[in-house]
């Protein structure tokens, strides 16, 4: 696999901020094996994590070895790096749950096929640091590293600093950089890494690994971080009024997913297609430069959202996004409403007026008449039916009604409990079905 220059990679693509003298020399001249850490403070990983997940997607492009380190030790302490508070922490059952969800959706991502010259690797650091004793940690690592040259670091003092709006810093996380460090010295010799890379907010985190690797062992590593991310307004990247873009379907379904990435702004568009695809920079010109001849076509937010899509939920979902989208602007049938699944349906009519009724009542049939006056008042009355009816203003699961005395029963149901209610064009209504 020929080995292309990972660093002026990352460069192009607004993806380098810091990076240690005579490391890109070193990876351009032979391939290497270079590490991301994640700690699984949740099930699933969200798009504030694709960032990571895309240095070492070009990474491995490059033909290089990623090594994904998953703290299940590290998660068991907190990282203070660009945090005021100290973070809850998680029992060890916790941390095993989130790890195998972690582990399988970085599947989807990166190749760990055995067979492939740099396949992927992914490791637990619990499963070293889980076998220390407290003596032999200080006496092995700490000893390497002085109190004042982990005070010097920016995450240290923004903690125990009152005028930046520190809350002070506990031993437990005072203690995370040298962890971290002990990862990189472990990984070093285990598997032969030589570059660790992350967040710019791990930079300190990274150096520390790197002095002690240095003390121990003698030996140069090398260390590159990417630039945090945010949007062109300054806001924090990823997160919406709903919480995080999750990577699990079941946290954020696909279609949500499709949307962040379709409603980006212009600006924020041209950059996320550098960071988060790995679209070359000749095709990435070209979506420019046909946004800028045609914008209300969004064809950079096309392209993002369809890359994104596809590269974490699958072709098939992508379709299903899509399919989703034309439902909602009234280009599609009753048919494709149906193969809907319920988040997907529900994440599509977020916000519509929302009615419901027992299961009972639509035993045998009831007169849609009776159904949207009487239980759910879609209208101030029957004769406002039948008027909109008459106008061929009214459907029901986007298939137009043309008798205000249809019945409706249980089979009319989507998912088995959702008649979707449309008037006009685009003013809808959600009956629940419950019992």
């Keep these: 696999m020929p080995v292309n220059s990972f660093v002026e990679e990352l ?20 391939p290497v094996a270079g590490y991301v850490g994640f700690d699984p403070t949740a099930d699933s990983l969200h798009i504030g994590h694709l960032v990571s997940v895309m240095i070492l997607r070009h990474f491995q492009r490059c033909g290089h070895r990623p090594v994904v380190l998953i703290g299940g030790a590290t998660g068991m302490i907190g990282d203070p790096s660009m945090k005021s508070q100290e973070r809850n922490l998680l029992s060890p059952e916790e941390i095993e749950r989130n790890i195998h969800g972690i582990r399988s959706q970085l599947e989807r991502l990166l190749n760990f096929d055995p067979s492939a010259p740099n396949a992927a690797i992914l490791v637990n650091n619990y499963d070293w640091i889980g076998r220390y004793s407290f003596l032999e940690f200080i006496r092995d690592i700490g000893k390497h590293i002085t109190v004042n040259y982990m005070m010097a670091k920016d995450s240290v003092k923004r903690r125990i600093n009152p005028e930046a709006g520190g809350e002070g810093l506990s031993f437990t996380e005072f203690t995370y950089q040298l962890i971290q460090a002990a990862d990189f010295l472990n990984l070093h010799r285990e598997y032969g890494v030589q570059l660790q890379m992350g967040g710019s907010d791990q930079w300190g985190n990274m150096t520390t690994g790197a002095e002690l690797i240095r003390r121990k062992d003698g030996h140069e590593v090398y260390c590159l971080t990417c630039p945090l991310i945010k949007k062109a307004d300054g806001k924090k990247f990823g997160k919406t009024e709903q919480g995080n873009i999750w990577l699990d379907p079941a946290r954020t379904s696909p279609y949500r997913f499709y ?31 046909s946004h800028a001849q045609a914008p209300h076509l969004r064809a950079m937010q096309g392209a993002l959202a369809r890359e994104l899509t596809v590269m974490v939920h699958g072709m098939e979902e992508y379709e299903n996004a899509l399919a989703a989208s034309s439902i909602l602007f009234g280009k599609d049938t009753q048919d494709a409403l149906r193969r809907l699944d319920a988040k997907t349906f529900l ?36 004769g406002e039916l039948r008027r909109t009816v ?20 249980r089979a009319d149901t989507l998912n088995s409990r959702y008649i979707l209610v449309q008037k006009g064009k685009k003013d809808y209504s959600i009956i629940v079905v419950e019992g």
């Design 259 to 289: 949307q962040f990435w379709l409603n980006v702004s212009d600006e924020d568009a041209a950059r996320y297609l550098k960071i988060f695809t790995t679209l070359s920079q000749g095709e990435i010109e070209q979506l420019e430069a």
């Design 347 to 382: 994440d599509l009519f977020d916000g519509v007026p929302t009615y419901t009724v027992a299961q009972e009542l639509l035993e045998g049939g009831i007169p849609l008449s009776d159904l949207l006056t009487a239980h759910c008042p879609v209208f101030q009355s029957k």
């Design 390 to 409: 008459t106008a061929g203003g009214v459907s029901i699961n986007k298939e137009r009604v043309h008798d205000a005395e249809l019945l409706l029963s």
């Design 11 to 30: 460069r192009w693509r607004g993806m380098l901020q810091d990076i240690m003298p005579g490391t890109q020399e070193y990876i351009d001249a032979h």
